[in-house]
């Protein structure tokens, strides 16, 4: 196991009915900004039941904040703040409204423009503080401190973590999740599985509680993923998988081991040039990346196809290979395609996606830091 | 799955060398009480290495804390800290210290007979911010906000459990156990497993993640345990057992699901009466708790035969027999014993046993509260 530092205060209020709990964490006084999303927490009931939890605090509120947030939006949410004398914000929604944000509790007090926080990592000082009430299992954001930002002029789509932004409390209420769109939910587990990937299928690192943890939440998802799109309210199932996809990206499982994380880069340009759902582009590079660098990952993908697909016959080979099948039929199992055919992208997108990807610095990626701009070039093509 | 709220704010600093890095986490300008126990941490160096990396700052010592720390000693501790006008602690040592030190820093501020904190459950208004430096994995009091306490006048020994003596950060430095006698590292190992076996046999909540968890750090112990002791200085497996520990009582894997601690309660009376060590009471009770409570934990322990030890085949009944047999030969394995008998104690223990359980008002004990004291007599009696 590598040394490692391991702190996530967020406090986490899990379960049907939690919303009404949120007054008392809000700091006395407050002025809250709730941010969200595309006005589907109107129509559902879902805002008016925090503004009912939150009568005695004074509110203003932010709404439009796009999937893939976009720094041209948000800033308008921190100039709002800014001009209202906000202290706490309120996210309520998904990953997109959560990690939109964070980046608008950096932005409030950062000094020059807030675009530095993601073009050049530059530091933060100091952060509103934020809480948020989680309507989608997928992104972990509710129980770390990073989000991703896309700067819409530009295409760039980057990321930020810093411990300033870890909420203060998220509720999780698996019942929010009853009326969500089917894609949205099997985007949010093939998201939850990718993260888990990331951060388990690299090389052995003598690490067996997180990789126990691990296979434990890639088993979950696989026997919870299927009847959650197949039996929308049933709350137990619903229940599993929100807080499977939290803990699949809130640190545990990522303490002490080396991480990945190229999926994450190359799906990320896959966003930012054709407009495909996050979790589209894992379920597109996720199965070539690993086809590509089977030897690499050769030791984590035998465990992983014998302890989370019981493939125990055979060559080695032959179980990476049937490893590495199931996980694509486990992800087109759910409606999302695995090909870049899939979505109309052909063989002429691949010299732009290496660009991007240059543009923006992702030339060693990778657990080994190996993963240069050719072998992300091998992986798209595997991934027509 | 239940609804639960879980909030764990410990930051952790895992792995060798970390003792130098806390000097960052204690508030500037604190003076600071360093506890720790029968001073072994004096003749390995590690209390040298403490102070080296506290240089900076103002300290004094209260060394002797016991295994099963006294009330009587801790007030000590209270008396020099109030006098010294300390406002923050530093535990080093295993769970006794730690648990001891928690007792500490709800006591200095608190107004009236600090007993009452234990005897009646008395409120804690403020308690003096505490760290530790974790030498023996067993208790994961370093990651929880739980302490048990022991009068030695009364031979009472009682819990408290409060958000407010959480650690604020705790090293967990592997390399710090090479030098344990194997009898504390077996029953460390011994106490890990019944903290898991609490808050994972009871009934099903339909809590995949939990289960998975429990299960997991199990099989770690399993596979990990019997190493620690036969090669003491395998630091990847000490890594592995002290992680392990850890997460076995940080609120992760009991947030939502039902818990026991009927074997706890039983064993503490008997270390009240009897002296043995701690996780010796829980090796005697558990097996014993399992068999009497088998039609009622049914699910689960069927679940534990074949997720923790692969007992597949035969008939229920005998699968549960073949699990509970394997647990009593594993913690046998550890040269732990699993009968009274094995510490010289006779029938004759029972009723006096039984009478301290009603004492403290331990009737209606377990997941469904229903282990009366007529249970608790089976169970001592199986455990002869």
New interface residues.
């Given amino acids: ?18 919303i009404a709990a949120i007054g008392p964490e809000i700091p006395t006084g407050a002025r809250v900004l709730i941010t969200y999303g595309g006005g589907s927490i109107i129509k559902n009931g879902t805002l008016d039941e925090v503004k009912q939890a939150l009568a005695e605090v004074a509110t203003v509120e932010f709404g439009g904040i796009e999937p893939n947030p976009t720094y041209e939006t948000l800033m308008q949410a921190v100039e709002l703040a800014r001009r209202e004398h906000v202290d706490f914000l309120l996210a309520v929604g998904g990953g997109s409204v959560i990690d939109g944000t964070k980046f608008i509790a950096a932005a409030i007090p950062f000094d020059g423009d807030p675009w530095e926080i993601l073009s050049r990592q530059a530091p933060i000082r100091a952060a509103v503080p934020l809480g948020t009430v989680l309507t989608l299992p997928a992104t972990g954001s509710e129980m770390n401190g990073a989000a991703v930002i896309t700067r819409a002029a530009t295409h760039d789509k980057l990321a930020f973590i810093d411990p300033s932004v870890f909420p203060r409390f998220s509720v999780l209420d698996p019942t929010k999740t009853f009326t969500l769109p089917p894609r949205q939910i099997a985007n949010g587990i093939v998201d939850a599985f990718a993260h888990i990937a990331e951060q388990y299928l690299t090389y052995p690192a ?4 997180q990789d ?2 691990a ?3 890639l ?2 998802l696989i ?2 993923g299927p009847k959650a799109l197949a039996e929308p309210r049933d709350e ?1 199932v619903r ?2 998988l929100m ?2 996809a939290t ?1 699949a990206l809130n640190g ?1 499982i990522g ?2 081991v080396p991480q990945d994380w190229a999926t994450h880069m190359v799906g990320h340009e896959i966003t930012a040039l054709h407009g495909l759902d996050h979790a589209q582009t894992l379920a597109v590079v996720l199965p070539a990346m690993l086809q590509i660098r089977r030897l690499d990952k050769r030791a984590k993908l035998l465990q992983y196809a014998e302890r989370v697909w019981n493939l125990t016959e055979g060559q080695e080979d032959e179980r990476i290979d049937a490893a590495i099948t199931r996980t694509r039929d486990f992800f087109e199992s759910l409606q999302v395609p695995t090909r870049l055919s899939g979505y109309g992208i052909g063989e002429e997108a691949i010299a732009p996606l290496v660009a991007q990807l240059e543009r923006h610095g992702m030339t060693r990626l990778g657990e080994r830091a190996d993963v240069d701009l050719e072998r992300s070039r091998q992986v798209l093509e595997l991934a027509l």
């Avoid at 003598?206 to 509680?209: I, L, T, W």
Wanted: aromatic share 12%; proline share 2%; glycine share 10%.
């Fill in positions: 196991m590598q040394n490692f530092v391991f702190h996530n205060p967020t406090k986490i209020l899990f379960g049907a009915g939690q003598d690490a067996k509680v126990r943890f296979e434990g939440l088993l979950t026997e919870e137990a229940a599993n807080w499977t803990l545990l303490a002490g």
